[in-house]
């Protein structure tokens, strides 16, 4: 109430008065409208938890509020307790045979601003009074939370975090922290109450460097999205790989051996031998025709020049710069000659260099020799030619996967594989200056307009070299010299640290989580770790759940390339999604994932048998999910890559409001038909797995797809299939009575 009463106040105030008056009140006018919103984040449950200490210690108060915030009174007495506070950590960590000097702990439940439950864990029962006696009740409250229906959209966790997993939230800064757990053990929840944690506890670093949190793909990032606001935090950028390079968005498919080969660690040396041969010298002399005389360039002149620029591990685009100095110094001597003026002075030569720079023939040779490359052009560059795969290393039959002609249009070009190729480029190639873009561009156009003007065919080159600079400089177009300068101003005065760092390739943030990490590739890794030097990094995943064939197979083999002997482990080991009726069929199909894995243990049971149902086809299939939807609550039809067009279809000609494919819409509808990579992640009242025997074939990894798919539920699980049951399944039962007739 204070708070919108200051900012009613500030907003009040109108927009007269001098500058420095205006500029004040657009700061609190912010920072009110900041708090504000900050406050109806945490508003629902705002305090949840009491904690009664014994009063050994006089400085503590004696009982204590946990809340999602920190909050005091005008006298700064406290009112609540940030959860993320070391004196908050015992509400999570206390047990009765280490009971932290807590006699009592209390979890509320709320609902707006009433108290609609109280649950108790007693550590010391013979301070409680008799009434306090009449109240106890031990893990109700987790389990209440649990039992919830699902809305599409992951919860925060604050009043139930488990004592194991609020050791891994509070763990240290420093290094890497790899969480391995199985389904439904929280490591999502988990990682996300990290991020919250580090940013209240080391404020400093985390809010001027960020925190970036990479998930799988986009439904799963709007998924966990909402949890961060409500604890309270805004220096996160959340991105999947396809969206970490800036500027571009990759959503172009391509075949699975694509991704696996453009994954694998050999593409650092193919892009490394594909930004070298950018650098290659022709093999006779060239000669430059100026009108009134000509200049030649040797090949013992052109490979000095080449060994000059390649020497001090220079990027190929700052490099450039060094081979043009040389060329041009021995152009100008040569020039000095023909002209017949025999030694100049230094002064003289250099305006004679100058002026060489600036001549369309030296400038039309220097980019054919050693052109500015962007890694986008790189890319297009090496998969369009044959003969650059092959300088670069690529075998015939990789060549065949590879290839692709260039594009045409606005076609989206780029696949998420791409996108740490593109990366890896950029770090070899640097950045081109920006006045030098500047200058070049607006050269460009005017080359590009006279040359039109004048049709000269043998301005045809000239032409074109302008066409890719303003292409390259993605300036096409535009021939307003202040929009340029605006492009490449880039102050960032005006946006959050999430939104620079989003901005910026090469920034380095504070801490990276990384979730569902088994399935990024070798590739991917490397550029995550660009993004890491400090290796401040809290990694999530589990292994058993690897279904990408360019994911990993063991922690050590992701994280020894990039920090050996850095890395620790954490194990998460209950499942608090998965009821133990489900989890029984999934351990089956662990045990062909490997026979020595374990199921996470299952925290509750339902009593409901997982069932299975043969059918037709499609259309009957839509017919038994027509009759499994349960009002109010989420299903999802979880199918096989091959037969999501068929059965997407089916459901949802039969279900109203049901939706085939990934995206927002897909968490908010009743009923949601996804494939078993869209549905990584993300957990769901009821589930139907479609069949099955498919999911199990389809990829090398398949036995881990069908583990993903059946530990998506919460509550009910189904399988449906045209062809016999895979054996491993036979602890389906008959398909129960539809709820519908009951
Ligand atoms: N301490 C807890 N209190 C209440 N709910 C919890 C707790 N821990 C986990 N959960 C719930 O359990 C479910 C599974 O959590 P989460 O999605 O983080 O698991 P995960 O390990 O990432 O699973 P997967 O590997 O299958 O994606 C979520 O609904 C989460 O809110």
């Known amino acids: 109430m204070r708070t919108r009463t200051q900012l009613d106040g500030v907003l009040a105030q109108g927009g007269g008065g001098t500058h420095q008056n205006r500029s004040e009140r657009d700061t609190f006018a912010v920072m009110y409208a900041e708090r504000l919103s900050r406050l109806w984040a945490v508003e629902n449950g705002l305090c949840f938890g009491r904690l009664d200490l014994d009063d050994a210690d006089a400085d503590v108060d004696k009982t204590l509020y946990i809340g999602r915030i920190g909050m005091s009174d005008d006298e700064q007495v406290r009112l609540l307790i940030d959860w993320r506070a070391p004196v908050a950590q015992p509400f999570y960590r206390a047990t009765p045979a280490s009971p932290m000097g807590v006699t009592r702990r209390r979890h509320l439940r709320t609902r707006d601003r009433r108290v609609t439950g109280v649950d108790d864990d007693l550590f010391d029962l013979d301070r409680l009074t008799d009434d306090d006696r009449a109240t106890l009740n031990g893990e109700a409250a987790l389990l209440a939370?649990?039992?919830?229906?699902?809305?599409?959209?992951?919860?925060?966790?604050?009043?139930?975090?488990?004592?194991?997993?609020?050791?891994?939230?509070?763990?240290?800064?420093?290094?890497?922290?790899?969480?391995?757990?199985?389904?439904?053990?929280?490591?999502?929840?988990?990682?996300?109450?990290?991020?919250?944690?580090?940013?209240?506890?080391?404020?400093?670093?985390?809010?001027?460097?960020?925190?970036?949190?990479?998930?799988?793909?986009?439904?799963?990032?709007?998924?966990?999205?909402?949890?961060?606001?409500?604890?309270?935090?805004?220096?996160?950028?959340?991105?999947?790989?396809?969206?970490?390079?800036?500027?571009?968005?990759?959503?172009?498919?391509?075949?699975?051996?694509?991704?696996?080969?453009?994954?694998?660690?050999?593409?650092?040396?193919?892009?490394a031998k594909a930004v070298r041969d950018r650098q290659r010298m022709p093999p006779g002399p060239i000669d430059i025709d100026l009108g009134n005389y000509t200049l030649r360039l040797d090949r013992r002149t052109l490979e000095a020049a080449a060994s000059r620029a390649s020497r001090g591990r220079r990027p190929h685009n700052q490099a450039r710069a060094v081979f043009v100095r040389h060329i041009l110094a021995v152009l100008a001597r040569q020039a000095a000659k023909q002209l017949g003026r025999g030694l100049l002075e230094e002064d003289e030569l250099a305006d004679l260099r100058e002026d060489l720079r600036t001549e369309p023939a030296v400038k039309a040779a220097l980019n054919r020799l050693w052109p500015y490359v962007t890694p986008q052009r790189l890319l297009i560059g090496l998969f369009s030619s044959t003969e650059r795969m092959t300088y670069a290393g690529l075998r015939p039959a990789e060549q065949d996967i590879l290839f692709r002609e260039p594009p045409r249009g606005g076609a989206s070009l780029w696949t998420e594989a791409d996108v740490p190729l593109l990366d890896e480029a950029a770090e070899l190639l640097g950045d081109i200056d920006p006045a030098v873009l500047r200058a070049a561009a607006l050269q460009a156009e005017e080359d590009l307009a006279a040359a039109r003007q004048a049709e000269e065919a043998e301005r045809q080159s000239e032409i074109a070299y302008a066409r890719e600079v303003l292409e390259l400089t993605g300036m096409s177009g535009m021939v307003d010299a202040e929009r340029l300068a605006a492009r490449h101003r880039g102050d960032g005065e005006h946006l959050t640290t999430a939104e620079r760092a989003a901005a910026d390739r090469t920034w380095a943030y504070g801490h990276v989580i990384v979730d569902e990490a088994q399935e990024l590739s070798a590739m991917a890794w490397r550029m995550l770790m660009r993004r890491s030097p400090n290796r401040s990094m809290t990694v999530v995943g589990d292994i058993a759940q690897t279904g990408t064939a360019a994911g990993a197979t063991s922690w050590a083999g992701m994280l020894d390339p990039h920090a050996a002997g850095r890395w620790r482990v954490e194990t998460l080991t209950v499942n608090y999604?998965?009821?133990?009726?489900?989890?029984?069929?999934?351990?089956?199909?662990?045990?062909?994932?490997?026979?020595?894995?374990?199921?996470?243990?299952?925290?509750?049971?339902?009593?409901?048998?997982?069932?299975?149902?043969?059918?037709?086809?499609?259309?009957?299939?839509?017919?038994?999910?027509?009759?499994?939807?349960?009002?109010?609550?989420?299903?999802?039809?979880?199918?096989?890559?091959?037969?999501?067009?068929p059965i997407g279809a089916a459901v949802t000609a039969a279900v109203p409001d049901a939706v085939a494919g990934p995206g927002a819409a897909a968490l908010e509808a009743p009923v949601a038909v996804l494939t078993v990579t869209e549905a990584k992640g993300l957990e769901f009242d009821s589930v139907i797995v479609a069949e099955p025997a498919a999911i199990l074939t389809g990829s090398p990894r398949g036995a881990g797809d069908l583990y993903v798919a059946l530990t998506r539920a919460t509550g009910a699980l189904g399988v449906v299939h045209t062809g016999d049951l895979p054996a491993v399944l036979s602890r389906c039962a008959g398909l129960p009575e539809d709820p519908r007739d009951g």
Do not use: C
């Open 145 to 271: 939370a649990l039992g919830e229906k699902r809305t599409g959209r992951m919860r925060d966790i604050v009043a139930t975090i488990q004592a194991e997993q609020d050791r891994i939230i509070r763990s240290d800064l420093g290094g890497v922290l790899v969480v391995q757990g199985g389904p439904g053990t929280g490591k999502t929840v988990v990682a996300l109450h990290r991020a919250a944690y580090l940013l209240y506890t080391h404020r400093d670093v985390l809010a001027r460097r960020g925190i970036l949190i990479l998930g799988p793909n986009p439904t799963f990032m709007r998924y966990i999205e909402q949890v961060l606001p409500s604890l309270g935090e805004t220096d996160v950028l959340l991105s999947t790989v396809a969206g970490l390079y800036p500027g571009l968005t990759a959503t172009a498919r391509e075949s699975a051996e694509a991704a696996v080969l453009k994954g694998s660690p050999r593409m650092a040396d193919v892009i």
């Open 577 to 645: 999604r998965t009821p133990a009726e489900l989890m029984a069929v999934a351990a089956d199909v662990l045990t062909l994932v490997g026979p020595e894995l374990k199921a996470p243990d299952p925290v509750r049971e339902t009593g409901v048998r997982p069932w299975a149902r043969r059918v037709g086809g499609p259309e009957e299939l839509a017919e038994v999910v027509a009759g499994q939807i349960v009002p109010g609550g989420r299903l999802a039809v979880i199918v096989p890559a091959s037969h999501a067009g």
